[in-house]
């Protein structure tokens, strides 16, 4: 009966750390991808999204033209 608890209790655990990777993986990624596509096709033009860096190597190189 307690290893069956146990089961029960890891199985648990481990759908909770699913769900969470999934909505992190959906907020730091996906979203905005799909954002970038939907814009792409209204006609906007700009950099593409980049996880952690983003524009910082281009802002930096603005800075120092500056």
Known sequence: MVAA???LVIA???VVILRWGWKLLNWAWL???KLEKSLREQGYKG???KLLKGDLIELATMVKEV
Do not use: M
């Open 47 to 49: 950099n593409s999204y």
């Open 12 to 14: 648990i655990i481990v």
């Open 31 to 33: 979203n905005p991808k």
């Open 5 to 7: 608890v146990g089961k």
